[in-house]
């Protein structure tokens, strides 16, 4: 660089610094003049170091805001789309819950298929036996077939299949003759008001268990509804024996059928009592009943 040239600093005013004006002894440099040029014109080196820390500066908050702008912008368009997803969802499930369900009712024809089906398959299950069949089964196999059609019984009195039920009690007995078989056929005569059966069933249960307490109450309760109620009262009062007359309902059947029992018994003796007029002596004492007596000595008026 040759010496009186000036050499330009870029700054906002285009400041210029003149070289001739500074010392051109040979042992200075061009360097150690502009050194000293700086430290004698101090503020105007401030200013545009300034300047370029301010451009230079902007700069870097110009990138920062604008990826900073950026991000904020990714992350909106991110949490937009979520919602927007979330939206979708709930609209899907809300569609899904107010679309008709179409349900198999009673009046539709599979169901009533698939009822059919099943209703054939369990009665397809049980042992079918009769008189004849159950001579060649063993005794092993008539206590099974006893047992899974006394199950099945009880199924179908508590669905009130009372004509079912006694079907298939009525095989279980076959198999083998228990008291809680017959008991609970009678059971089922019971709901049907069928009382005359009732009787005969339970009466075969007692017949097989002398104590079993339910058939005897069964069965004074057929005696009750017959107007037996003498025979009634007997099989309360034996249930209360047996039972130690803990069952409070069977005592108080007893007290009731007493005044039943009672009252028919004297209705019979009144209406085969020959009709007769009093006794003399009961007319006499009848009539002196109403005569006036004297007064107690003592007690006399005055």
Known sequence: MSTGQPIHIGSPGNTALDTGSLSSSSSSSVWDRLSTWASENKALVYTIAGVAVVVTGAGVVYSVSDSRKNAQTGAAAAEEKKRASKKERRKAKKAEIEKPTISKTPEDPEFKKKTATVQSDHIDDLPQVDETTVETLSEQERKEYSTKLKVAGNKAYGDKGYNEAIGLYGKAILCKPDP???????????????????????????????????????????????????????????????????????????????????????????????????????????????????????????
């Open 180 to 302: 809680i078989f017959y008991s609970n056929r009678a059971a089922c005569y019971n709901a049907l008001g069928d009382w005359d059966k009732v009787v005969e069933d339970t009466t075969a249960a007692i017949a097989l268990d002398s104590e079993y307490v339910k058939a005897l109450n069964r069965r004074a309760n057929a005696y009750e509804h017959l107007e037996k109620y003498s025979e009634a009262l007997l099989d309360y009062t034996a249930s209360c024996i047996i039972d130690g007359f803990r069952n409070e309902q069977s005592a108080q059947s007893v007290e009731r059928l007493l005044k039943k029992v009672a009252e028919a018994k004297g209705k019979v003796i009144l209406a085969g009592k020959e009709k007769k007029l009093p006794s003399p002596t009961f007319v006499t004492n009848y009539l002196q009943s109403f005569r006036p007596k004297p007064a107690p000595e003592g007690l006399e008026e005055t």
